[in-house]
């Protein structure tokens, strides 16, 4: 398994670190830091968050996606993260653009929370930002990113230049350091 430390200005250490879910369930994302735990670490929660994207990794793994990217808030020393946001990349520029992800996607979840459509958007109490239905659902957002495509995020740089996920990804949005980034194995 490996090291996870956070830095000294609370993101994870910068690198890709490639973890099963097992291994991230027994990891200081969900137990804490040891002696240096924060104040009010809520384990349970964070233990709940990975069990909800387990659910929707399952569901890519099945569609035959196998690089998939997990981030936000939960890789950060909070102790109560909002959420798990991430990416997963995809190569089917087609499948994208037509619906059939989304279609693919949305037969194997019985929510049908599968969507990128600004629209399916929903406002939540205290959340000035609108959610996604798999938000709703599961209080995880994964985005595709198509390489050839160089998707923008919405995120912007210290400059204001919109990010491309894995540069996105991989930036503390307060500090603008670099951070680390759990990639999902099976």
């Known amino acids: 398994m490996p090291v996870l430390r956070f830095n000294p200005i609370g993101c994870l250490d910068p690198g890709d670190y490639k973890m099963n879910f097992d291994e991230l ?40 996606v196998t690089e998939i990217f997990l981030d936000g808030s939960f890789v950060e020393q909070k102790s109560h993260p909002n959420d798990i946001d991430g990416y997963f990349v995809f190569n089917d520029l087609l499948a994208l653009a037509n619906g059939d992800l989304e279609k693919n996607l949305n037969a194997l979840d019985p929510y049908k929370s599968w969507t ?20 709703h659902r599961y209080r995880v957002e994964l985005y595709p990113h198509v390489p050839i495509l160089n998707n923008k995020t919405g995120i912007r740089d210290k400059y204001g230049n919109d990010m491309i996920f894995p540069s996105a990804f991989r930036t503390c949005r307060d500090t603008w350091e670099a951070k680390g980034i759990i990639q999902i194995i099976r």
Do not use: F, T
């Open 25 to 64: 369930r027994r990891s200081l994302l969900v137990v804490g830091p040891g002696a240096n735990i924060e104040p009010g670490w809520d384990a349970q929660w964070r233990l709940h968050l990975v069990n909800q994207a387990e659910v929707l990794v399952s569901q890519l793994w099945q569609i035959g």
């Open 116 to 135: 990128w459509d600004p629209h399916s958007r929903k406002g939540y109490r205290g959340y000035p930002k609108k959610q996604l239905p798999m938000w």
